[in-house]
């Protein structure tokens, strides 16, 4: 953003390599790694560790608060609106695949917005910058930290390199890296959105738009929840074949879904007795079986009396709402003022 003051010439040399970090990444394959930890005072540009909200974010949350120490993430591509992925050969690719670990990344995170990603599947692997490309590294190597940007008004970060200041991670249309020394800050290559698959932090103290507490204050990730229809008193719920129904009642274990935090006020809703199934938008309807991409993610917008819509993330103008006229039929509708078919009261069950 033109707000940004330009960036120096060089940065302060990094300390050397620690290897206490690391540690908390979850599942097996993510071991911990020695990586150049920052100690302060460090000098960024940018203002890159400001917490400014995603659009449509409840306040006070960020999508930075996603890429801390332990949490595993998918970055997808501006350009290609898929994952980063790396190849069995170590190669980096920008048209991954949804939901494989090959296409998950590891945080380890240091302090002040400086992190290394190393691939789930294929744990040896870093995301690198170097002077030349933009590949994958070994852990020993200090090219594989990076310094996160948040580009607040898009919800997108921006991955520049440590060792190499002003190049960037980044992506072409094709899937294929871009060499480093032909990129910066504002292209749409070097942009990713950031989707959590596990985080292991908690929100707390964020707010609504109208200053009361929000409901994802109790909101862990993988808790248990319901949704029922403030127009028509009954709760949704996925059957056991994977169609989306609205007319069941609170006792059916049939209505509860765990929720996924995806960040930022993201969520994807998995049936908590059918779990093959989830929450999904395709077209302009929403069923029962959604996919493991962006078309199974919610922002949830709440409402002053404390209800919640679901606003789906891949149709921004478009909300999960009750057929009115159709039984047992969702649709995705552009919301109006009192349109109760939209709003949903949300019930954390744990």
């Known amino acids: 953003p033109s707000s940004y003051p330009p960036p120096p010439s060089t940065y302060p040399p990094p300390p050397p390599p620690s290897s206490t970090l690391g540690a908390n990444c979850p599942s097996s394959p993510c071991t911990p790694v020695g990586f150049i930890q920052q ?3 460090y ?12 659009p449509a974010a409840p306040c006070g949350m960020s ?6 120490e332990g949490s595993v993430v998918e970055l997808i591509c501006s350009t290609t609106g898929n994952p980063l ?13 949804f939901g494989k670990s090959k296409s998950e990344f590891c945080v380890h ?5 400086i992190v290394a990603l190393s691939n789930r599947k294929r744990n040896q692997f870093f995301l690198s910058v170097q002077q030349r490309q933009t590949c994958t590294s070994r852990s020993d190597n200090d090219d594989i930290t990076l310094l996160l940007h948040a580009i607040s008004h898009k919800g997108y970060v921006a991955f520049e390199s440590l060792v190499y200041p002003e190049f960037f991670l980044a992506i072409d249309s094709t899937g294929k890296t871009v060499a480093p020394q032909n990129t ?9 959105s950031v989707r959590a698959k596990e985080q292991l932090h908690r929100h707390a103290d964020i707010m609504t738009a109208f200053g009361r507490p929000s409901i994802v204050n109790q909101l862990n990730d993988k808790a248990l929840i319901q949704f029922g229809n403030k127009h028509t008193k009954k709760y949704l719920g996925i059957s056991n074949i994977g169609q989306l129904f609205h007319t069941a009642d609170s006792a059916d274990s049939l209505t509860i879904f765990i929720i996924h935090d995806r960040g930022a006020g993201v969520y994807s809703f998995q049936s908590h007795a059918n779990n093959g199934y989830c929450l999904g938008s395709d077209g302009n309807c929403v069923n029962g079986k959604g996919k493991p991409d962006q078309s199974s993610d919610f922002r949830l ?3 002053i009396d404390g209800t919640v819509c679901l606003q789906s993330l891949t149709s921004p ?5 009750v057929d009115n006229t159709i039984a047992l039929s969702m649709n995705l509708v552009h919301i109006e003022t009192g349109e109760h078919q939209t709003i949903f009261t949300m019930m954390p069950l744990n």
């Open 39 to 41: 100690t302060p005072p």
């Open 43 to 54: 000098q960024f540009p940018y203002g890159i560790i400001q917490s400014v909200p995603s």
């Open 63 to 68: 999508i930075l608060d996603v890429l801390k």
């Open 85 to 97: 992925y790396v190849n069995q050969n170590g190669q980096l690719d920008g048209n991954g695949p």
């Open 109 to 113: 995170s240091s302090q002040h917005g």
């Open 184 to 192: 910066h800050l504002d292209m749409k290559e070097a942009q990713f």
């Open 301 to 303: 917008l709440e409402n």
């Open 317 to 321: 103008n478009s909300f999960v709402s």
